[in-house]
């Protein structure tokens, strides 16, 4: 709702915003919000269900307000995918990673935020919200990453955050190590942090940021349970950072915000994590079928090392394509770039269905 009636004293900040969201339709293929398209193995669900029994006498009592056993997990995850050394004190888990987001820029948002446009929609959405001031930077006409040009406009703006996603929602693009150094250091030099979103990570052979911490101390990685996981429901995000970073986080968090469920579930996801990422293998094999069908018929797919693909070329509007999917059972993303489409990687059927969903709408 935009129309809001008069006696409401709601933030002049916050007039003319909508809730964000994307739609929600039943009985339909979703292939419209990068989600994992695995279910859970039901043995996995099995040891979820007697761990949640073993807790459910005590829920009278909150919920452990720093998860640390949650956060060591994470930390031996990110130790064992990456060859880094973190404790529990470098890791700090919400509930999704937009609770991460929002928190950084109600503790550390007052000089305000850089983001380079297009890519996640929620960080300039938050930032309006939290009353983060917020610069959009430029990319490249092919919407890929400028480096020189990113640390020109960091150099010019100099933000208390600089946000980067990688890869990138909503084109799939990755930027290299060496890349994410030479941004680490532009925003150092304006004494800002430089927040990387790492959304996708596991779908991505780029080396994670995580691995120049010991050399910037002013780089947040920001991660989530909810894709390579197969995790979206349980809604865990975490960040990797220095210490004194999570602390001044600690002072905008809302108390016993992890549920002692949500604790318990995800600890034991981290321990079957070799289980839930075999779904990632398949993924980028699907990942690259999906485009190379979708090139055959004459589209172009942006390269991506997400799981999801962005496209163009239709000789219909994206909108009308869009309607026409869905009147056949599709749900995939009008992201609103003039041309492009989004969808996500679902299972072989699901993509097949598609597939052949796009050859009659197109041919």
């Given amino acids: 709702m935009s129309n809001w009636p008069d006696w409401l004293p709601l933030r002049s900040a916050l007039t003319g915003l909508t809730p964000y969201g994307a739609p929600q339709i039943h009985d339909v293929v979703q292939l419209n919000t990068n989600e994992n398209p695995f279910e859970l193995p039901e043995s996995l669900v099995s040891e979820m269900v007697a761990a ?23 930390a031996q995850y990110i130790n064992e995918l990456s060859g880094t050394s973190f404790q529990s004190n470098n890791i700090w888990a919400a509930n999704g990673s937009n609770e991460i987001l929002q928190t950084l820029m109600l503790a550390m948002g007052e000089r305000g935020a850089l983001g380079f446009l297009p890519s996640y929609s929620v960080h300039p959405l938050i930032a309006q919200v939290t009353q983060t001031p917020w610069s959009s930077g430029t990319r490249r006409a092919d919407f890929s990453l400028d480096t020189d040009s990113a640390v020109a406009q960091i150099a010019a703006i100099a933000p208390g955050l600089t946000f980067i996603t990688t890869p990138n929602n909503p084109t799939g693009s990755a930027i290299t190590i060496e890349e994410i150094a030479r941004l680490a250091q532009a925003a150092s030099d304006v004494s800002g942090l430089l927040i990387v979103d790492e959304a996708y990570a596991e779908f991505s052979p780029e080396i994670s940021a995580v691995t120049l911490l010991d050399r910037y101390t002013n780089i947040v990685v920001v991660r989530t349970m909810s894709k390579a996981f197969a995790f979206a429901g349980a809604r865990v995000g975490y960040l990797v950072a220095r210490p004194e970073i999570i602390d001044a986080c600690l002072v905008t968090r809302l108390p016993y915000h992890l549920s002692t469920q949500t604790q318990t579930i995800a600890e034991v996801a981290l321990k079957n994590s070799e289980i839930l990422l075999a779904g990632v293998r398949q993924l980028i094999a699907e990942r690259a079928r999906v485009t190379g069908e979708l090139e055959k018929s004459g589209l172009h797919v942006l390269p991506s090392a997400a799981n999801f693909l962005m496209f163009s070329g239709m000789k219909q509007s994206p909108s009308a394509l869009w309607k026409g999917l869905v009147e056949r059972g599709i749900l995939i993303r009008d992201i609103g770039i003039e041309g492009y489409l989004r969808v996500s990687i679902g299972t072989p059927a699901e993509n097949d269905q598609f597939l052949a969903e796009m050859a009659l709408l197109t041919s």
């Fill in 52 to 74: 949640l029994e073993k807790n459910m006498r005590t829920l009278n009592r909150y919920p452990d307000r720093d998860a640390v056993g949650l956060r060591t997990g994470l």
